[in-house]
């Protein structure tokens, strides 16, 4: 089963699909103006200590988005996998 969170509580490495952003138009069309819209496949790269800037990799290029704006931000991510 797949996992809704925001992105800033996604792992670093893990990925996932957007499935809401929370914001007004100009919110999102600044996310836009970065590959950032529904149904985008990211991956979080890093964040920084003490809710710093998330760093996202997204349409091949890395892009840099602050926490708050990474809190309105809901991903479905895979479930993980059990090892044997």
Do not use: D, W
């Not at 800033?8 to 100009?26: D, E, M, P, V, Y």
């Not at 979080?44 to 990799?57: D, I």
């Amino acid at each position: 089963m797949n996992q809704e969170v925001n992105l800033a509580r996604l792992g670093k490495g893990q990925t996932g699909i957007i499935s809401s952003i929370t914001g007004g138009r100009h919110f999102r069309l600044k996310l836009e103006s970065m590959g950032i819209h529904l149904g985008s496949k990211v991956t979080k790269v890093s964040n920084l200590f003490n809710r710093g800037p998330v760093v996202l990799y997204v349409g091949g290029m890395e892009v840099a988005i602050g926490y708050q704006m990474a809190r309105k931000i809901t991903v479905n991510t895979p479930p993980m996998e059990k090892s044997l």
